[in-house]
T-cell receptor, first 115, second 120 residues
């Protein structure tokens, strides 16, 4: 079945460490997104990519980095510069670039905690 | 910048009854899309319903319907015949329509969410 796979489900980070969250989709979608969700709050956009080899900062990009070398993959790296990384991270994809009425499909998320 | 406000942090309803969740938004755009997403305890985000701003007719999906008031910038979700499986956090979200030269298209802006509990 087509869908979005995020891994790992749970991740722990030590102080000063970079960690990478994986997001893979087999929906043949052009656009992919990373969101952060803090307890009891809505989702905030970290980075998004409308096409391979291109990505844009979202509202809270500081301390994060991404790459989009393949259409199906959009990994997110949480760097040591992100001082408060504990959150639930959701990856999404959409079949239409630049907006449109195609809804975003979400993965099951990765919960990141600090050791 | 667009903002989305959900003024009800928590709501509860008895099984089989009807509940309405509120959402207001602020934008200077004329063409956009609105969505309601459901996030059950499993944390997966599930699309419930969507509305194109250029359509006057309110969207309906089985037991879910919206009341879209464009002038008032209001987009409420009505759940009829509530079921225990409807218990979840509900998010209202806004997306700009494609706009040449713009930078915000394709981005979803979410409200803070409303926790809905359906009681047996």
């Amino acid at each position: 079945d087509g869908g979005i796979t995020q891994s790992p489900k749970y991740l722990f980070r030590k102080e000063g460490q970079n960690v990478t969250l994986s997001c893979e989709q087999n929906l043949n979608h052009d656009a992919m997104y990373w969101y952060r969700q803090d307890p009891g709050q809505g989702l905030r956009l970290i980075y998004y990519s409308q096409i391979v080899n291109d990505f844009q900062k979202g509202d809270i990009a500081e301390g994060y980095s991404v790459s989009r070398e393949k259409k199906e993959s959009f990994p997110l790296t949480v760097t040591s510069a992100q001082k408060n990384p504990t959150a639930f991270y959701l990856c999404a994809s959409s079949g239409e670039r630049w907006g449109g009425n195609q809804p975003q499909h979400f993965g099951d998320g990765t919960r990141l905690s600090i050791l | 910048a667009q903002t989305v406000t959900q003024s009800q942090p928590e709501m509860s309803v008895q099984e089989a009854e009807t509940v309405t969740l509120s959402c207001t938004y602020d934008t200077s755009e004329n063409n956009y899309y609105l969505f309601w997403y459901k996030q059950p305890p499993s944390r997966q985000m599930i699309l419930v319903i969507r509305q194109e701003a250029y359509k006057q007719q309110n969207a309906t999906e089985n037991r879910f319907s919206v009341n879209f008031q464009k002038a008032a910038k209001s987009f409420s979700l009505k759940i009829s015949d509530s079921q225990l499986g409807d218990t979840a956090m509900y998010f209202c979200a806004f997306m700009n329509q494609r706009n040449a030269g713009g930078t915000s298209y394709g981005k979803l802006t979410f409200g803070q969410g409303t926790i809905l509990t359906v009681h047996p």
